[in-house]
């Protein structure tokens, strides 16, 4: 029978990954659809995405401290492989929210009120924002294979 910690572990992982999946592939596109203000859209998308950041850091820091109490039936390589696939999703919070997110910001508030595209940095922030998506979706697929790995 599992231990507490294991449970608590597979609880975390499951949070992790279902508000990563629920917030990118269903509430971001439902607020895109739905608002007819774009900007607006935009901004609450953003607000959720930071939420998202930030629930992602304490997820993975917590792992990190259940992989190191709660595994003691794991062996090395499938400790190593699930702490891989932990850091690699910290990794993507980071690359994408204190790296790719700042320089988006930018441009919004450069863009004055008509919004960033309808500005001459639409191009530019088309491309970081498909950058951001890569790495939001790199990040996904680890997330299924973090639970599978549980």
């Given at each position: ?81 699930v ?11 980071v ?56």
């Amino acid at each position: 029978m599992p231990s507490v910690l294991a449970k608590v572990r597979l609880l975390v992982a499951a949070l992790w990954a279902g508000s990563l999946w629920a917030v990118g592939y269903l509430v971001a596109p439902t607020l895109f659809a739905t608002l007819s203000d774009r900007v607006l859209a935009g901004s609450i998308a953003g607000s959720m995405f930071h939420s998202m950041a930030m629930l992602s850091l304490g997820c993975a820091l917590a792992m990190v401290l259940l992989l190191w109490r709660a595994t003691p039936d794991w062996t090395a390589q499938r400790r190593r492989t699930v702490l891989a696939l932990v850091a690699g999703m910290a990794l993507c919070t980071v690359v994408s929210h204190f790296g790719l997110q700042p320089m988006m910001a930018e441009l919004k508030a450069a863009a004055g009120p008509g919004g960033v595209m309808e500005s001459a940095a639409k191009g530019r922030f088309g491309m970081l924002h498909g950058i951001s998506s890569v790495i939001y979706l790199v990040q996904s697929v680890l997330a299924g294979w973090l639970l599978l790995k549980q």
